[in-house]
């Protein structure tokens, strides 16, 4: 870090600018393996959200490497990097009383709980949803072809052939991919928010 860098605190309280906005701030992040289903779930979710009139922002893994982290590739450094700035542009998002969608496979345990601890270190909501799949179910789907490449060696480091990915245990929300559907996934979440009255 820096040094001779001060912090200049906002002039209104988070809960105080949530009162101001009638909006919440939070940050839910979806983690799961390639094809477990994270960003279509993101997607509905944050379709259902915008008509129900909150401000929310979808933050994708494939979509941040395009621009803020192109310089990033899929190393253990490279990926611990990764989940730091999208827990740093999430908290910027949620702090601002906007719910902050981010669908990254986030395939370590410790960055999933550096993000919520940056979170909770704010006084910000940290609701972990883990978009749960086997990886012969995600190799069977292979939407993007990745699983193949992987497996003929094109593709190095691909979570969960040649790279790991670390279950989470305290996830607020597991969706077991397989057997659920997107609408239902959407509801599940949507049904812990409202029960923790986090929205409306
Ligand atoms: S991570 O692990 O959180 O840093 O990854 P993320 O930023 O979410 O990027 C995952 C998407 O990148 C594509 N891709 C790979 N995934 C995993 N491993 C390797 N080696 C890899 N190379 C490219 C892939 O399209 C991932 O998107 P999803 O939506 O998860 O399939």
């Known amino acids: 870090m820096a040094t001779n860098i001060t912090w200049h605190p906002h002039s209104l309280t988070h809960a105080e600018r949530a009162s101001l906005r009638r ?7 979806f983690t799961g393996l390639s094809a477990s289903g994270k960003s279509t779930i993101a ?4 379709q259902h959200l915008l008509h129900s009139s909150y401000a929310a922002y979808r933050l994708d893994g494939d979509n941040i490497r395009f621009g803020l982290n192109k310089d990033l590739g899929f190393s253990e450094t490279d990926r611990n990097e990764n989940i730091r700035r ?3 542009v999430a908290l910027l998002f949620a ?3 906007t719910l902050a ?3 990254f496979i986030s395939p370590y345990r410790a960055d999933r709980l550096l993000a919520r601890k940056l979170h909770e270190e704010r006084g910000i909501k940290f609701v972990e ?3 749960q799949v086997g990886v012969e179910e995600a190799e069977r789907r292979d939407p993007k072809g990745l699983y193949k490449k992987a497996r003929a060696g094109e593709i190095k480091e691909f979570t969960g052939v040649s790279a790991p990915y670390e279950e989470p245990e305290g996830a607020e929300i597991v969706i077991r991919s397989g057997e ?3 609408e239902e996934a959407c509801r599940q979440i949507l049904s812990y928010l409202e029960g923790k009255r986090l929205i409306e």
């Open 95 to 97: 702090d601002s009383c």
């Open 129 to 131: 949803v883990y978009v």
């Open 43 to 46: 997607t509905a979710l944050e």
């Open 86 to 88: 999208i827990a740093e």
């Open 23 to 29: 909006q919440p701030g939070l940050t839910i992040w």
């Open 180 to 182: 659920t559907g997107v």
């Open 101 to 103: 969608l981010t669908s």
